[in-house]
């Protein structure tokens, strides 16, 4: 896995490496230009130290190596604007840079959730090889410049649990009129299985929780997830993570302000975004085991699902998936895009594998 990914990436992240390196990486946010000065706008809490400092480390990084010439000013989410606001703000050019995730504007299309990991879809590995080597780059830029935006994928999450539970699920009957706190695509999937969608802002899931609102939440990695505290309220972290076997994170730039900053500059930002990438990769591969240790210890029950259940979330998905390729024909070319790509990529990813301890 490790070695596909630096095949990708490490002949162009080496040189952005090296120069970011000879140079300052604190360089203070200030206003050293009187031009070009532009806003990076995030979705995400500085709180979470997983993805919640990517946009500072990214404007940093960008600014030390352009001293000068352009400028990037971070903000928080909320702050600059609303983030439900994002997406049309970089379209219109209020804003410039935005760091958010693409499955936030499915109401602009039903295919942006889809590169942000969809229910049984690829492995990272698999999802990054297709977008780099195969369509998936010129199939996703192609869906944001519609909406006079350019996009790169910019941090990794990877896979995510299943969820939070505070009951059993042993058989398929386990999950009718289960209240589930979810959204987008795996909501759709959970309602084709029998389960109630319960909408809950995450400031208050522990307390649908103990109101019983709920009994159940997907969420995000462990490493994300690890500060809600929710083993107190749900004692079974449920495994594997069928909603979502990859996750990216995006830079959505105006494509203007794109435009404007020159080949140079642009690989700058591809070059630290792919940095990034590899960054977040490894910290997470690294990393997820160790917390998931830790909801042990705090009284989590790590459980997974049995085989009839999850043949009955893929039939649910694969309802889900056909009912929205008909609707929209981006998210049929995506699904249909991927799944071709896999049919020749799982057949050497076995016969590459010395095989499973």
Request: hydrophobic fraction near 40%; charge should be positive; charged fraction near 20%.
């Amino acid at each position: 896995m490790r070695s596909l990914i630096l095949s990708l990436i490490t002949g162009v992240v080496i040189g952005i490496l090296l120069t970011i390196n000879s140079r300052s990486t604190s360089y203070e946010n200030n206003n050293p230009v009187s031009h070009n000065n532009w806003k990076l706008v995030s979705s995400f809490q500085s709180e979470n130290d997983f993805i919640g400092e990517i946009g500072t480390k990214i404007s940093n990084k960008f600014n030390s190596i352009e001293k000068g010439k352009f400028f990037i000013k971070f903000y928080g989410p909320n702050t600059l604007i609303p983030n439900s606001q994002i997406f049309n703000a970089v379209k219109a050019g209020k804003i410039e840079f935005a760091l958010t995730t693409s499955k936030i504007w499915k109401g602009k299309s039903s295919a942006f959730e889809l590169f942000n990991g969809s229910p049984f879809g690829p492995d990272i590995l698999t999802l990054l090889s297709w977008f780099y080597d195969n369509e998936g780059k010129k199939i996703y830029e192609s869906l944001y410049s519609r909406f006079n935006i350019h996009s790169l994928p910019c941090g990794i999450t990877g896979i995510v649990g299943a969820g939070w539970f505070n009951k059993t699920i042993e058989k398929t009957s386990d999950l009718k009129g289960l209240k589930v706190a979810t959204s987008g695509l795996v909501s759709e999937v959970y309602k084709k299985v029998g389960a109630k969608i319960v909408k809950v802002n995450l400031k208050n899931l522990i307390n649908a929780f103990k109101l019983k609102q709920i009994d159940a939440v997907t969420f995000s990695i462990p490493l994300i997830d690890k500060n809600l505290d929710l083993s107190k309220y749900a004692k079974y972290y449920y495994m594997p993570g069928w909603n979502q076997q990859s996750g990216v994170i995006d830079l959505i730039i105006n494509k203007q302000i794109w435009g404007k900053l020159g080949l140079k500059s642009q690989n700058v930002i591809e070059s630290i975004c792919l940095a990034t990438n590899m960054e977040m990769l490894s910290f997470g591969e690294a990393n997820q085991f160790n917390e998931l240790k830790n909801k042990i210890i705090r009284g989590a029950e790590v459980k997974q699902f049995g085989p009839k259940v999850l043949r009955l979330f893929e039939k649910g998905w694969k309802s889900v998936a056909e009912e929205n390729s008909k609707n929209n024909k981006d998210f049929e070319k995506i699904l249909k895009s991927i799944a071709n790509y896999k049919k020749d990529y799982l057949i050497w990813n076995d016969l590459s594998k010395v095989g499973k301890k």
